[in-house]
Structures are given as structure tokens and as C-alpha cells.
């Protein structure tokens, strides 16, 4: 089965203190990790992906193969994080095209 | 450049009643093409997807259906409304065959029921 957890409905930091968004997943093969994000009124888009191994935004996710999981994590938080996280879940194509979203979890930056 | 039409934005259907739900994927070809529905507490909920015409594959068993009649358009659809259809819903593409592929998603459509 693939599937993926998203402990945290709701996070609320303090602007200028860390964040940390949490995600496990579930499955059997190789598989493709990512973080999108939607701000207020605005369409879902991807915020990274685990095999670029980059920072957007200040953001970072770094895939855990051992503990199953891809937490996103940022050093200081800034208002403008304000929005709802969503953890995906990737076959990888070739056969595989399914693509399975966490439930999310919405950040709150308090100034 | 590739855009992703969904329409209409929102709907009020009274219970009972059909619906249709379209999806169309502009300036790409063979796309992957998905239904989710966003609802409160739930997440992203996948309900269907699709590799090529005619390809639909169903995760969520329900009062629902898609189907795939041309390369890039995906239709929702459903023989009668029940209240609990009442939701966000979102139709997204991603390109065949690649690694780490970004999906791409619509406006999604505010579908309620009465």
C-alpha cells in the first residue's frame, strides 16, 4: 500500500523560531517524496522534491529511508509561511503514476 | 506552455441530481491526469487517475466515476448526488514516465450539495 502520515493538522511558530512539518510514508518500492504547498487563495504547487536535494525558500526535506520519512524543516520562520503543507508520495513512473498526498498540515507564522 | 483548465469553479446540485466535472490539459501530450478531493481534516484525498485514454484506475469506492474520452480530458462524474459529495475538488496532470514529476493542479471546483 502506499500511504503517507501527517501527524500535525494544525502548527503554530513563533516568526524567527524553527519549523519542523513531519511525514512517514508507506511503500514498497523505491519511492519519490515531495512537499507542496498552497497559500492563502492560491492553487497547490510544489514546494520541493527529494531528489533534488534543494532548498526552496529556505525550506529543506530530507529523505530517511531507514525511519521512512521526509520531514520539511526550515531554521527561522517567517510569516509569509503561512499556508497548508501537503507530503506526496510518488510510484516514480514507469508503471507506477500514482500519486498519494498526506492530509496535511496548516502552518500559522505568529508574529 | 502547459496550463490545466477545470470548470465550473463552484456548484450547487440538489441531492439526486447528476454531475459532470471537466478537466483539460493544454500544450502537453499523454499526460497523467488525477481527481483528488480536498476536504477539511482529510487531506487530499485521491479518488481517481488515468495513463492513457480510456485507463482509469479507481482508489476510492463510491458514489463516483471518471472517465477519459480524449488524450488530455478527464471527466468526474456521477449518476446521482449524495450529500456527502459535497467537497473541493482538484484535477492535476503530471508528465509520463519521469522521475520526480511536479504535478500540476487546476482552480478545483467548490461542489456543494443540497
Known amino acids: 500500500a502506499q500511504r503517507v502520515t501527517q501527524p500535525e493538522k494544525l502548527l503554530s511558530v513563533f516568526k524567527g523560531a524553527p519549523v519542523e512539518l513531519k511525514c512517514n510514508y508507506s511503500?514498497?518500492?523505491?519511492?519519490?517524496l515531495f512537499w507542496y504547498v498552497q497559500y492563502s487563495r492560491q492553487r497547490l504547487q510544489l514546494l520541493l522534491r527529494h531528489i533534488s536535494r534543494e532548498s526552496i525558500k529556505g525550506f529543506t526535506a530530507d529523505l530517511n529511508k531507514g525511519e521512512t520519512s521526509f520531514h520539511l524543516k526550515k531554521p527561522f520562520a517567517q510569516e509569509e509561511d503561512s499556508a497548508m503543507y501537503y507530503c506526496a508520495l510518488g510510484g516514480g513512473g514507469f508503471g507506477n503514476e500514482k500519486l498519494t498526498f498526506g492530509t496535511g498540515t496548516r502552518l500559522t507564522i505568529i508574529p | 506552455s502547459q496550463t490545466i483548465h477545470q470548470w465550473p469553479a463552484t456548484l450547487v446540485q440538489p441531492v439526486g441530481s447528476p454531475l459532470s466535472l471537466e478537466c483539460t490539459v493544454e500544450?502537453?501530450?499523454?499526460?497523467?491526469l488525477y481527481w483528488y478531493r480536498q476536504a477539511a481534516g482529510r487531506g487530499l484525498q485521491l479518488l481517481f487517475y488515468?495513463?492513457?485514454?480510456?485507463?482509469i484506475s479507481s482508489e476510492v469506492p463510491q458514489n463516483l466515476s471518471a472517465s477519459r474520452p480524449q488524450d488530455r480530458q478527464f471527466i468526474l462524474s456521477s449518476k446521482k448526488l449524495l450529500l456527502s459529495d459535497s467537497g473541493f475538488y482538484l484535477c492535476?496532470?503530471?508528465?509520463?514516465?519521469?522521475?520526480?514529476?511536479?504535478?500540476?493542479f487546476g482552480q478545483g471546483t467548490r461542489l456543494t450539495v443540497v
Open positions: 500544450g502537453t501530450s499523454n499526460p497523467n
Open positions: 488515468s495513463v492513457g485514454i480510456g485507463q
Open positions: 492535476a496532470w503530471t508528465r509520463q514516465g519521469f522521475l520526480s514529476t511536479e504535478a500540476f
Open positions: 511503500y514498497s518500492g523505491s519511492p519519490e
